[in-house]
């Protein structure tokens, strides 16, 4: 089993709609959570990390629920340049970040 | 730009032959990650250095592989006898102290063996 699942997509959206996606991770001993962004062919960059209480960044909003170890990711009024692929990331007690496969939104005219 | 660099940007290369590729971290950062991405795949952890010190290196690391980072400062990886599964996207990562988790990656370096 992988230690970070994620529904590979893609998301067909129009603009101004709202898209969520989930990810699931294995290690329930995972310390930190985060979403990054990556661009094709591009670098990952960080998104937002994602806390217990659940935090909001503008347009995202991430969500941790550690008893069923998911996370999740919402991103309202989605801009065209929202089309990306979206990574679902932990970290483990050495720092390690383990990745899921990515999550690939784009975001129709 | 995040500040890491990475060179060369792309390497082509024949199978069986040697690379290296170089990082170079954010400059105050002490910890340096590198990853491997394939295709439609997440970046898989490799190895990482605290300072000079390799501390930890993931079972996908095969013998063919060494990395360095002899000042503390860049790091090279480097592939010896390099085979077809090994084209990939290299990516390297830097960590400031312990009071940040974020890890800053680089462009990577696109490797393609024929």
């Known amino acids: 089993r992988k230690e970070v699942e994620q529904d590979p997509g893609p998301f067909n959206v129009p603009e101004g709609a709202t898209v969520a996606f989930n990810c699931t991770y294995s290690?329930?001993?995972?310390?930190?959570f985060f979403w990054y962004r990556q661009d094709c062919r591009k670098e990952p960059k960080l998104l937002m990390s994602?806390?217990?209480s659940g935090n909001e960044d503008g347009r995202f909003t991430a969500q941790l629920n550690r008893a069923s170890q998911y996370i999740s990711l919402l991103i309202r009024d989605s801009k065209l340049s929202d089309s990306a692929t979206y990574l679902c990331?932990?970290?483990?007690?050495?720092?390690?970040?383990?990745f899921g496969a990515g999550t690939t939104v784009t975001v129709r005219a | 730009d995040t500040g890491v660099s990475q060179d060369p940007r792309h390497k082509i290369t024949k199978r069986g032959q040697n690379v290296t590729f170089r990082c170079d971290p954010i400059?105050?950062?002490?910890?340096l990650y590198w990853y491997r991405q394939t295709l439609g795949q997440g970046p898989e952890f490799l190895t990482y250095?605290?300072?000079?010190?390799?501390?930890?290196k993931s079972r996908l690391l095969s013998d063919r592989f060494s990395a360095e980072r002899p000042k503390g400062s860049f790091s090279t990886l480097e592939i010896q006898r390099t085979e077809q599964g090994d084209s990939a996207m290299y990516l390297c990562?830097?960590?400031?102290?312990?009071?940040?988790?974020?890890?800053?990656f680089g462009p990577g370096t696109r490797l393609t063996v024929l």
């Open positions: 994602v806390y217990s």
């Open positions: 990331v932990i970290r483990s007690n050495d720092y390690k970040l383990s």
């Open positions: 990562a830097s960590r400031g102290g312990l009071s940040t988790d974020t890890q800053y």
């Open positions: 250095f605290q300072n000079e010190a390799q501390l930890e």
């Open positions: 400059s105050e950062h002490n910890r």
């Open positions: 290690n329930s001993a995972s310390q930190s």
